[in-house]
């Protein structure tokens, strides 16, 4: 297959791990974070990590957008769907999952008679909305740059038709804010952060925002940034990429992901975001804290669309489970083993924490393709 298969071979993969062998060096330690859910996920499945030096390490940071999600936007949606019945909340099947106060979950509000449904897009609840006039649909939008034109072009649809029983609960975040406050601040949960050599850049969002928003991580945080795509011999280009820009001494924004991503991104989708979405003040991150400048909520020329002011929901800061460790992990302080609820009662069937919901999160990454490579061979 055309651009998949070619991505995947064994022996370019082989050729390449002996390249970085043979550029690092011996005496210095590299730590890489993947700022992508994807990279996470193709890192664990195709154990790249496996392939690369003892001394190059790559960290599970906050590219997951349903890990991220902070409990309290959860809880918003669960008390709207389960105080109105007579409506009809909608999301991505991830985000049904995603563990909220109380025990609760959108699919366990929807065991008490919430009417929750999954779509696979936000074209789909839009059609919902249609298809139902009699009734309130409400679409619980989640994701980062790469996720957000659908939902802006759902509203701007929804107003062209003056479809007035459709709205959307806008939880849209930015990932150049996300970067920053990783690399400036303390992590929110008081932990140390690790030392960052370099920013694996994530692929589907700079499809859209383009390689230029990330000039700052170089600039001001004196950080490689090396964009990259999702298959495993992408991720170890850009590994590659990133050694040799910490060698050189260089700080740069490099894109290896040539095939998709611009410099300048998708100026189509980019004014489609801009005319609909504005940026919130502050929006409060899993694991990062109250980030600045982070989020998007719905323009006010849009607000019959905007379910938080239509139904007058209120955002309320709801602290994590106590033993669960995600807000750790996602800011880099941890790993998923070492959570003590890791693969005993937090699996991905039973999930206590949201990096174990999503295949991109890294624990469920980790529980599904790393777990065993923890525990020691028989003799």
């Excluded at 390449?16 to 690092?24: D, K, N, Y």
């Excluded at 600039?219 to 990259?228: C, F, L």
Aim: neutral net charge.
């Amino acid at each position: 297959m055309k651009y998949v298969t070619e991505f995947r071979d064994g022996v370019l993969a082989a050729g390449l791990a002996e390249a970085i062998a043979r550029e690092v060096e011996p005496g210095r330690d590299y730590a890489f974070m993947e700022f992508c859910g994807g990279h996470t996920h193709a890192i664990s499945r195709y154990g790249v990590a496996d392939l690369l030096p003892a001394n190059v390490r790559l960290i599970h940071g906050p590219g997951c957008p349903v890990c991220v999600l902070p409990v309290g936007r959860v809880d918003m949606a669960i008390r709207l769907a389960l105080a109105r019945p007579e409506l009809i909340l909608c999301t991505y099947a991830d985000c049904l999952r995603v563990p909220a106060s109380d025990g609760l979950s959108l699919l366990k509000a929807k065991a008490r008679g919430a009417d929750v449904r999954m779509v696979y897009s936000a074209a789909d609840a839009l059609a919902l909305a249609r298809r139902e006039p009699g009734r309130e649909v409400v679409f619980f939008a989640i994701g980062f740059e790469t996720t957000t034109p659908p939902t802006a072009l759902v509203i701007r649809q929804a107003a062209a038709e003056n479809l007035r029983n459709f709205s959307v609960i806008c939880n849209h975040v930015l990932t150049p804010p996300a970067i920053d406050g990783l690399l400036s601040a303390p992590a929110a949960s008081g932990l140390s952060r690790p030392r960052l050599d370099g920013i694996l850049g994530p692929a589907h969002v700079s499809v859209i925002i383009g390689s230029a928003p990330y000039a700052f991580v170089a600039e001001r945080h004196r950080t490689p940034v090396v964009i990259t795509g999702f298959e495993p011999l992408d991720v170890m280009q850009a590994v590659r990429m990133l050694v040799r820009q910490v060698d050189e001494g260089r700080a740069e924004v490099e894109n290896e992901y040539t095939r998709a991503v611009t410099t300048e991104g998708n100026r189509k989708a980019q004014a489609l975001m801009a005319e609909v979405l504005e940026l919130r003040e502050r929006f409060a991150w899993r694991g990062l804290g109250e980030l600045p400048a982070s989020a998007l909520r719905i323009r006010p020329a849009f607000a019959a669309w905007d379910a938080e002011a239509k139904f007058g929901l209120e955002d309320r800061p709801v602290p994590d489970h106590k033993s669960c460790e995600c807000a750790a992990i996602l800011c880099g302080a941890k790993g998923p083993t070492d959570c003590r609820l890791f693969g005993t009662v937090c699996t991905p069937e039973t999930p206590m924490g949201a990096c174990m919901v999503s295949s991109e999160g890294a624990c469920a990454a980790h529980y599904n393709y790393g777990r065993f490579r923890d525990q020691p061979a028989a003799p």
